[in-house]
C-alpha cells in the first residue's frame, strides 16, 4: 500500500506526465479545431493591424489643426472600411481632414482621430470641438503583430480567440494532435448498463458516462468498455483490452472488500504501482501505475486495432488510474490525477491546478486527516460571490453532485472552517 498526500499524489502523476513523448499530429479544418491542442506554431502572415486603423467613426485630423478650439477644417474625402488604395488621399494636409469609418485606415498626414460626437458638419467643412492627442483612437500598423511573429505555440488547446488568431492569419487548417484514446471501464457486479432493468440490488453505470464527460472536455477521446464483473478472468480480459488503448480509466474494485479484485489482477499483469491510494475525501482508495502492453500485441493478434481510432499506444506501456467506484469519488480523482495525464497524452502544455475563492455561507466541521472536496454551490456574482456546501449522503450520491456546481477544499490540517472564511475552490 503506498497512500500518499495528495500533494504527493499529484505530483507523481505530473512526473509522470512530463515524460510522455508527443502523439501523431493531424490537420483539421477551423471549425473542428475548438478544443484542440495545436501542433505547431502560428506566424503573423503580414502585420497586424495591416494599416494604420481607425478604432472610431469620425474625422482623421493633425492633432497640431485641433490643439486650439473650436478648429475648422476642409472635408477632402471620405474613407470606409475596405476602401479601394486609389480612393484613399494621399496626405491630409494642414487645415484639412478626412471622414472616417471605424476599421479604415488612416491617410498619411493625419495622425489621430476625432470621434464624431465631437464634430459638426457643415458641407465641406467640419467644426471639431474636441482637441487630440497625436496617436489618439489609431492603431499603427504592425503595432498588434509584426509580420513573422509568433501568435500561437505548439501545445496549447485552441479556444474561439486561437481559432480566431488562425483564421486571421489565414491559416484555414490547423495541424492539431491526435486525441488520446482512453479506455473506461466500469467494475462491479452490482452495475448494469442504463439500456438494462436494474435488478432490485443492483445499480446503473452511471461513472462510465460522467468519466467519457471528462475525458472529451480534458481532450481525450473515450470508448466505453463492456461493466466487467467482480470476477479475475472475465476482469483480467477486459483490463487487457483497456491497456490496449492510450490510457485505461478504470472505476469500482479498488477499495479494500472481498471482491475489490482490480489491484489483484494488475499486479498478476505485472504492473507498476505508483501509489495505491490518497489521502483525500471522497477518493482515498484511488491507484496509479503502469503496465506493459506489447505481449497483448503478441499474443491476441486476432484482437485487432482498439475500436477507436486504430492505433497502438506509442510506448509499450500504457499508464492506468483505478478509481473509487462511488460516482463522487470518480468524478473527483478524474480531476485531480487523471485530467492532467490526458492533457499530457494529447501534449498541452501542463495546466497547474488553481483555485477560486469564496466566502463560506456556513461555517464546516470535518474530521482532519484528508484533503477533502465537498460538493458545494457557489452563489451570487461580481464581489458577492458565496459558497455553501451542499447536504448530501457521502460521495455515492450523485443527485447531490448535480445541484453542486464546484467542490469546496478543506486542507487536511483543519476541523473547522468559520463562516464568512474565504475557502478554495476546485472547479470541475
Ligand atoms: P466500489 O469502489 O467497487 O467498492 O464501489 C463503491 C460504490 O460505488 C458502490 O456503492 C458501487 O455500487 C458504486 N459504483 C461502482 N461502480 C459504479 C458505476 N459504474 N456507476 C455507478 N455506481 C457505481
Ligand atoms: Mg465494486
New binding site residues.
Given amino acids: 500500500m503506498t497512500v500518499l498526500s495528495f500533494e504527493d499524489a499529484r505530483r507523481v502523476v505530473e512526473e509522470h506526465a512530463a515524460k510522455l513523448s508527443a502523439p501523431v499530429t493531424e490537420w483539421v479544418g477551423l471549425q473542428a479545431a475548438s478544443g484542440r491542442v495545436l501542433a505547431e506554431d502560428v506566424f503573423a502572415d503580414r502585420d497586424l493591424p495591416p494599416f494604420p486603423r481607425s478604432t472610431r467613426d469620425g474625422y482623421a485630423v493633425r492633432s497640431d489643426d485641433v490643439a486650439k478650439l473650436p478648429a475648422t477644417l476642409d472635408v477632402i474625402g471620405e474613407i470606409k472600411a475596405g476602401e479601394q488604395e486609389e480612393k484613399i488621399p494621399t496626405a491630409v494636409e494642414p487645415g484639412q481632414t478626412v471622414s472616417i469609418m471605424t476599421g479604415a485606415p488612416v491617410p498619411s498626414g493625419a495622425d489621430s482621430v476625432v470621434m464624431v460626437e465631437y464634430t459638426t458638419r457643415r458641407g465641406n467643412r467640419v467644426e471639431i470641438a474636441r482637441s487630440t492627442a497625436p496617436g489618439e483612437n489609431i492603431v499603427p500598423c504592425g503595432a498588434e503583430a509584426k509580420r513573422g511573429s509568433r501568435l500561437l505555440g505548439r501545445g496549447m488547446r485552441l479556444n474561439e480567440a486561437a481559432i480566431a488568431v488562425a483564421a486571421s492569419v489565414g491559416k484555414s487548417r490547423l495541424q492539431v494532435y491526435a486525441r488520446p484514446r482512453v479506455a473506461v471501464l466500469?467494475?462491479?457486479d452490482?452495475?448494469v448498463d442504463v439500456e438494462t432493468a436494474p435488478g432490485p440490488t443492483q445499480?446503473r453505470?452511471?461513472?462510465?458516462y460522467s468519466l467519457a464527460v471528462q475525458v472529451s472536455r480534458a481532450g481525450g477521446d473515450p470508448t466505453l468498455l463492456p461493466i466487467a464483473p467482480d470476477e479475475p478472468h472475465r476482469l483480467k480480459e477486459l483490463i487487457e483490452e483497456g491497456l490496449r488503448f492510450d490510457l485505461l480509466l478504470m472505476?469500482?474494485?479498488?477499495?479494500m472488500?472481498r471482491y475489490?479484485l482490480v489491484e489483484q489482477v494488475l499486479a498478476e499483469l505485472h504492473a507498476e504501482f505508483f501509489f495505491t491510494g490518497a489521502k483525500i475525501q471522497p477518493g482515498k482508495p484511488v491507484v496509479f501505475g503502469r503496465c506493459e502492453n506489447r505481449h497483448l500485441w503478441q499474443h491476441r493478434p486476432e484482437v485487432g486495432q482498439p475500436a477507436s481510432a486504430g492505433e497502438r499506444p506509442a510506448s509499450g506501456k500504457t499508464y492506468f488510474f483505478g478509481l473509487?467506484?462511488?460516482?463522487v469519488s470518480t468524478m473527483v480523482t478524474f480531476e485531480l490525477f487523471a485530467r492532467p495525464m490526458i492533457e499530457a497524452l494529447s501534449a498541452q502544455i501542463p495546466r497547474k491546478l488553481s483555485f477560486l475563492h469564496a466566502k463560506l455561507r456556513s461555517e464546516i466541521r470535518v474530521k482532519p486527516g484528508l484533503r477533502r472536496f465537498l460538493p458545494a454551490i457557489l452563489s451570487g456574482e461580481f464581489d458577492q460571490s458565496e459558497v455553501e456546501l451542499v447536504s448530501w449522503q457521502g460521495s455515492?450520491d450523485i443527485a447531490a453532485t448535480a445541484r453542486a456546481n464546484c467542490y469546496v477544499v478543506i486542507p487536511p490540517d483543519r476541523e473547522c472552517i468559520p463562516r464568512g472564511e474565504w475557502v478554495a475552490l476546485l472547479m470541475p
Fill in positions: 466500469s467494475t462491479g452490482e452495475i445499480i453505470n452511471s461513472n462510465s472505476t469500482g474494485g479498488v477499495s472488500g475489490d473509487p467506484g462511488n460516482p455515492g
